[in-house]
């Protein structure tokens, strides 16, 4: 991203938030067309979409690309109450106005996705389209959370039961054992022997492959040189126990407690809405795995660009 440029906001919540801003040459652009807000998941920062930007940019829009809530420049609260979903919206709201930006496309991955639809929840007047990878839509949450309920109903649709492993993320020994033991948590999502089945799938399984320290090949980026020696300076320590409050915050009711009372009309999405999974995935249909912004990343930018152009995306009025 060397672009974009950096900037750092504190907003209301007296929160550091670190941003990119670009291209640098193109970053108080009046041109017409929403601009593109990319979001990250777990557990990455905004460079996930380093690989990803440069085929984004001959769309010619403004492109912002934040460290969300507990990652890279941006601050790191360990009190999950910070993660609720009305509140990070609002967080981004106050980046896009600091920028006079009022008309957006969030572009989300993994839990990216989920903030990119919930800042359609908050901000539908703002939100001209809703990109989603590796998460699917999901409506307001207004029933307290059962994990138990949730892995059994993915596992009658994928075979399998994945979710309890935001159990095992809510729980106080989650941090330093993903922390301490950072290659076989990056191998534990592999495609090789049905891993990713055996430890995001059931039960227990991700907390027992790590506490004996299991390990397979490292796949893909997880495989590039330097990989876990920054994954070792970004999440070392006590590097994940922010990172982790996104699933705290889910676990424990935090968004239903901001979304039960919220209309039935917030369940349908307006406004177009492209959802992209790798087929390595528990769900998918790009020749990918989990990270396709990092596997697949001119693929994933052709599909955004086609789609946004063949819903006559790109001449909006930008209102900026």
Same mark, same amino acid.
């Given at each position: 991203?060397?672009?974009?440029?950096? #900037?750092?906001?504190?907003?209301?919540?007296?929160?550091?938030?670190?941003?990119?801003?670009?291209?640098?040459?193109?970053?108080?652009?009046?041109?017409?067309?929403?601009?593109?807000?990319?979001?990250?998941?777990?557990?990455?920062?905004?460079?996930?979409?380093?690989?990803?930007?440069?085929?984004?940019?001959?769309?010619?829009?403004? +492109?912002?690309?934040?460290?969300?809530?507990?990652?890279?420049?941006?601050?790191?609260?360990?009190?999950?109450?910070?993660?609720?979903?009305?509140?990070?919206?609002?967080?981004?709201?106050?980046?896009?106005?600091? @920028?006079?930006?009022?008309?957006?496309?969030?572009?989300?991955?993994?839990?990216?996705?989920?903030?990119?639809?919930?800042?359609?929840?908050?901000?539908? $007047?703002?939100?001209?389209?809703?990109?989603?990878?590796?998460?699917?839509?999901?409506?307001?949450?207004?029933?307290?959370?059962?994990?138990?309920?949730?892995? $059994? @109903?993915?596992?009658?649709?994928?075979?399998?039961?994945?979710?309890?492993?935001?159990?095992?993320?809510?729980?106080?020994?989650?941090?330093?054992?993903?922390?301490?033991?950072?290659?076989?948590?990056?191998?534990?999502?592999?495609?090789?022997?049905?891993?990713?089945?055996?430890?995001?799938?059931?039960?227990?399984?991700?907390?027992?492959?790590?506490?004996?320290?299991?390990?397979?090949?490292?796949?893909?980026?997880?495989?590039?040189?330097?990989?876990? @020696?920054?994954?070792?300076?970004?999440?070392?320590?006590?590097?994940?126990?922010?990172?982790?409050?996104?699933?705290?915050?889910?676990?424990?009711?935090?968004?239903?407690?901001? #979304?039960?009372?919220?209309?039935?009309?917030?369940?349908?999405?307006?406004?177009?809405?492209?959802?992209?999974?790798?087929?390595?995935?528990?769900?998918?249909?790009?020749?990918?795995?989990?990270?396709?912004?990092?596997?697949?990343?001119?693929?994933?930018?052709?599909? +955004?660009?086609?789609?946004? @152009?063949?819903?006559?995306?790109?001449?909006?009025?930008?209102?900026?």
């Amino acid at each position: 991203m060397d672009l974009f440029i950096e #900037k750092q906001l504190i907003n209301s919540r007296s929160l550091q938030y670190t941003y990119y801003a670009g291209p640098a040459s193109n970053a108080t652009s009046t041109a017409d067309g929403p601009a593109l807000l990319l979001l990250h998941g777990f557990p990455h920062t905004a460079q996930l979409w380093a690989s990803v930007i440069p085929w984004l940019l001959t769309l010619g829009l403004q +492109i912002l690309v934040p460290d969300l809530l507990g990652y890279g420049g941006t601050s790191k609260p360990w009190d999950f109450s910070y993660f609720a979903s009305d509140a990070m919206a609002s967080d981004l709201a106050e980046i896009l106005a600091t @920028e006079n930006i009022t008309s957006v496309i969030p572009i989300g991955h993994d839990w990216g996705s989920f903030l990119a639809h919930h800042y359609y929840l908050y901000y539908p $007047e703002q939100v001209e389209a809703i990109v989603v990878s590796s998460s699917y839509y999901q409506a307001p949450i207004r029933d307290p959370i059962n994990v138990t309920e949730i892995a $059994e @109903e993915r596992e009658n649709l994928i075979g399998f039961p994945l979710g309890y492993y935001f159990e095992f993320f809510s729980t106080s020994e989650a941090a330093s054992l993903l922390s301490g033991n950072l290659q076989s948590f990056f191998s534990a999502g592999g495609t090789e022997n049905d891993t990713m089945k055996k430890t995001f799938g059931y039960k227990d399984g991700l907390r027992d492959w790590l506490m004996a320290d299991k390990r397979m090949q490292l796949e893909g980026f997880a495989a590039e040189s330097g990989f876990l @020696e920054d994954a070792e300076a970004q999440f070392g320590g006590t590097g994940f126990i922010s990172p982790l409050k996104w699933y705290q915050a889910f676990v424990n009711g935090t968004h239903y407690e901001v #979304k039960k009372d919220l209309p039935e009309s917030a369940d349908r999405v307006e406004k177009p809405l492209l959802h992209i999974s790798g087929s390595k995935d528990a769900l998918g249909t790009v020749e990918s795995g989990h990270f396709i912004p990092l596997e697949k990343p001119q693929e994933m930018a052709k599909i +955004i660009n086609d789609w946004l @152009e063949s819903k006559n995306l790109l001449s909006l009025s930008s209102g900026r």
